[in-house]
């Protein structure tokens, strides 16, 4: 069970009105974008003064996470090292139930596309009628690479849809207005996790840090492929610190399913001694590497962030299944074969100031708009109801599979059997989702794989 409270206790805010902020995340990732986000597009005392202007005092965070296959551990939590006044569980009924008894500000929707569209119609449902209503938010955690209609359709209702680049706000747009959708709710900002001191050449030991991802390369061949260059590399540079840095530990889930933990693949190995695991804030790694090296990891745009050299790998191709084709033209694109032999990348100043990566120094008011546009509706005396562009008529084969997935009928109402939102799961019943959520992490990264390896005899 995740624990009732993470950070700050209630009882240090209360003393002092602030604006009320809700996340809900489905995942450690989405967690920390939405808890990040919600403190960077919070307005400030200097914005205006307003109905509601005086709770600006810095945001009160309540945290809620979806329940599902990959909601984060304690340890994870801890590792995104961001804190809220509560945090807790939730299913999607009990957060809907939530929302219409307790009064928010602001609510930030940091879930997969399909939950975003499902509460967004059961918010629309539970405020009707009401003149006075949160500011909904929502957006990617970082490079949007596929899907990109899908998503964003699925995203199309909340006040703002937040864009982390000046490229992905004018996809966003294209998209809504493509087919008839509104795209004022297109909101350019950048990534909220982005920070740190800007690079300074001269670590010892020079450290190389590979940035894996739960899934991608999906295969064991390449996942292997890429472990062992890495103890090539290592084992070619002595002199050099290896590191594989790791999302998450065998067992745990992230934002996507990891089959073939590269901690398993690694025991079957040789790998030298300055080649070593590493777990932790992508931040505090950052803040020694000399060199990074991922697939298509957002930690390569924070690694541009800091202008630390940046290596976008082309070995397995430059492929949209991999995502690494979004860094065509940024000068990040190399091979182990490159890499082995000396080259350091350069990245393409154009390229990099299109992708939210502030490298330039702009980061400080990246969120500036936002915040503006937060304000605005927040001294409004009425809000229009929420709006998403999927509709039991504009999509009547579509939408109510999406929202039957979290026990809601076509018009956002709760179906019969939805899980009880007016109080706790009983002991027996949090036992009982512990050992399911066990079950089925064992069989994505055991059982799985086996029957894969068996299909392919």
């Known amino acids: 069970m995740v624990p009732s409270v993470v950070g700050v206790p209630p009882s240090a805010t209360s003393t002092t009105k602030s604006l009320r902020i809700a996340v809900l995340a489905d995942s450690d990732t989405r967690w920390k974008w939405g808890a990040l986000t919600a403190d960077r597009i919070a307005p400030g005392p200097s914005m205006e003064a307003g109905p509601r202007a005086d709770a600006q005092v810095g945001p009160a965070l309540s945290g809620f996470l979806l329940r599902g296959r990959a909601t984060p551990t304690p340890r994870q939590l801890a590792e995104v090292g961001v804190s809220a006044d509560s945090i807790r569980e939730v299913t999607a009924v009990e957060f809907l139930r939530t929302m219409e008894q307790e009064s928010y500000d602001v609510v930030v929707l940091a879930l997969v596309g ?29 490079v949007v690479y596929e899907k990109l209609a899908d998503g964003l359709l699925l995203r199309h209702g909340a ?45 010892d030991p020079y450290t190389v840090v590979f ?18 260059r890495l103890i090539q590399h290592a084992k070619l540079h002595p002199e050099r610190e290896v590191l594989l840095k790791l999302r998450s530990k065998p067992g ?70 991999l995502g690494n084709h979004h860094f065509v033209g940024s000068g990040c694109l190399a091979s182990w074969d490159q890499l082995d032999d000396g080259h350091q990348p350069s990245p393409n100043a154009a390229w990099v100031s299109r992708q939210g990566v502030a490298a330039d120094g702009s980061y400080e008011t990246a969120f500036d708009v936002a915040r503006f546009r937060i304000s605005e509706l927040l001294e409004a005396p009425e809000l229009p109801p929420l709006a998403p562009y999927y509709t039991p008529v504009t999509a009547p084969g579509y939408l109510p599979g999406i ?55």
């Not at 009880?420 to 949090?430: F, G, K, T």
């Open 114 to 142: 399909g939950a975003v569209q499902a509460m967004l119609h059961g918010l629309r449902r539970i405020w009707d009628g009401r003149a006075e209503r949160p500011v909904v938010v929502t957006g990617y955690v970082g």
């Open 159 to 203: 006040d703002l849809v937040l864009a982390n680049s000046r490229q992905d706000a004018d996809r966003f747009r294209a998209v809504y207005e493509g087919v008839g959708a509104d795209a004022s709710s297109v909101t350019e900002v950048a990534l909220p996790f982005l920070g740190g001191a800007p690079y300074q050449k001269g670590n």
């Open 211 to 228: 940035a894996a991802q739960p899934s991608v390369p999906d295969s064991r061949r390449d996942r292997t492929y890429l472990l062992n």
């Open 252 to 321: 745990e889930h992230t934002t996507h399913i990891e089959e073939l933990p590269y901690q398993k693949l690694v025991q079957k190995l040789d790998p030298p001694a300055n080649f070593r695991l590493v777990y932790g804030h992508m931040g505090e790694v950052l803040d020694s590497t000399d060199l990074l090296i991922t697939i298509s990891s957002t930690a390569a745009l924070e690694s541009l962030h800091r202008r630390i050299p940046t290596v976008v790998l082309s070995d397995l191709g430059v492929r949209e299944s």
């Open 403 to 457: 929202l039957a997935r979290h026990h809601l009928g076509p018009d956002g109402t709760p179906l019969p059997g939805a899980p009880a939102a007016d109080r706790e799961p009983s002991p027996v019943r949090q036992i009982v989702r512990r050992a399911a959520r066990g079950a089925y992490r064992h069989g994505v990264q055991r059982v799985a794989p086996v029957i894969r390896r068996m299909g392919e005899l």
